[in-house]
């Protein structure tokens, strides 16, 4: 896929080639067929931040409270990934998930994903340890489990690339390698006109931005994302060499509802092989995936005093999140939380980290607590996908939909 040369006027630019600017940018373009639609990225390969590096996992939607944009989207972004990935015969593994409980006082919770999945129109089912057993023979439940037989698995750099490759034949000019300097002043005025960018300028009436952990950098040039700012979060999987179908569906634990992690779990990818995690690390600067790659030194030391205050003052338990998560670091610690879902996980069987991700999650500065649900601001000019996590890359397709809406909304003023 050839990168052209950044053109100087675009009718919609959007900034960030992950699964949201993708499917952002063609539901636009569906939506207004002559206009022209012009993404940028600012590195050369698509899918090397979170779209690429997610765990693949299609989520069913059973995780979030009905008033939720999260519920709004995932079931039936869960329906249409699915069919888009079949319609383009690409792989996918419908493999299904257990959440499980590990004694009694995790059964309330239990119950409580139930009614949340009904009442989003999941399906959902409550099963004996011998139903659960029948799908997964290694599970370990206590009396029950959760059933969920939509949730599937993919490869994200796979989907992103047919979306992408779905988005240039439409006619959208797709600008890898091209990243974003400030918005470009004029006469749109209040410094919403487009973009100055690393190749030139382009001048556009309306701006989407979709810079996933740096979502809230474009915002603020903008004069939005006053009261959140991203605090990055790195998530790594361990990977089993047990032979293909040594695990069955994913097993998931029963979270902890108050935070948007969702706990050590197994997962199944999409060739049928086995995973453990994730982790949810703090980070120490945005893009901190390995060593010192990506390192800006004013970053890091905003970032540290940031973490080093709520440390102290969280509306969260930051502090226990921050010692719970970094023990994950070790192998053995990461595998000893995955013996309560699963018999037969063993250090020796998974040795192997695989490709880290970071989680761009938006943090509340007046209330000092995490951003649960999606969040976009915007105005007639410019419109800021500011929290855009998992199940974000479940739920791109109606998210998308309803991103243009919203800028449709904004632009009539």
């Not at 939506?31 to 996992?57: C, M, T, W, Y």
């Not at 880290?356 to 800021?384: K, Y």
């Amino acid at each position: 896929m050839n990168t052209p040369s950044l053109p100087a006027t675009a009718d919609l630019l959007v900034i960030g080639a992950g699964i949201v600017g993708i499917t952002v940018a063609l539901a636009w373009k569906r939506r207004f067929p002559a206009q022209r639609v012009v993404v940028i990225d600012k590195e050369p390969e698509l899918g090397a931040h979170a779209s690429g590096r997610n765990s693949g996992v299609i989520h069913a939607g059973f995780y979030y409270t009905s008033d939720s944009l999260k519920a709004r989207f995932c079931r039936d972004g869960n329906r249409r990934l699915r069919e888009y990935i079949k319609s383009r015969g690409l792989p996918i593994n419908e493999c299904g998930k257990l959440v499980v409980a590990q004694d009694a006082s995790q059964l309330p919770a239990l119950d409580e994903l139930a009614r949340r999945g009904k009442a989003n129109g999941v399906e959902i089912e409550m099963i004996s340890t011998a139903d659960a057993k029948k799908r997964e023979p290694r599970v370990r439940t206590f009396e029950r489990a959760l059933w969920s037989p939509t949730t599937a698995s993919a490869d994200p750099l796979t989907v992103i690339n047919a979306m992408a490759e779905d988005a240039v034949a439409a006619g959208i000019s797709l600008h890898r390698g091209v990243a974003w300097l400030g918005p470009l002043s004029g006469e749109h005025g209040n410094g919403t006109g487009g973009a100055r960018t690393s190749t030139g300028d382009c001048a556009a009436p309306y701006v989407i931005n979709c810079a996933g952990l740096y979502a809230d950098r474009v915002a603020q040039a903008h004069g939005f994302c006053k009261n959140h700012v991203i605090l990055p979060f790195k998530g790594l999987y361990l990977y089993s060499e047990q032979p293909v179908g040594a695990l069955k569906c994913h097993v998931y634990p029963v979270p902890d509802l108050a935070y948007p992690f969702l706990g050590v779990h197994a997962t199944v990818t999409v060739d049928g092989h086995g995973k453990l995690g994730p982790t949810a690390m703090p980070a120490f600067w945005r893009e901190n995936y390995h060593g010192f790659s990506h390192f800006k030194m004013g970053e890091c030391a905003e970032i540290l005093a940031r973490e080093a205050g709520l440390m102290f003052n969280a509306g969260f338990d930051f502090r226990g999140l921050a010692v719970t998560e970094l023990r994950k670091a070790f192998r053995s610690h990461l595998v000893k939380q995955a013996q309560t879902l699963l018999d037969g996980v063993t250090v020796a069987d998974h040795k192997h980290w695989g490709r880290p991700g970071i989680r761009a999650q938006l943090l509340d500065r007046r209330t000092r607590t995490l951003v649960m649900d999606f969040l976009i601001e915007g105005d007639a000019h410019s419109l800021h996908v500011l929290n855009a996590v998992s199940p974000a890359w479940t739920c791109s397709l109606p998210f998308a939909d309803h991103v243009v809406a919203e800028a449709v909304r904004l632009r009539a003023g």
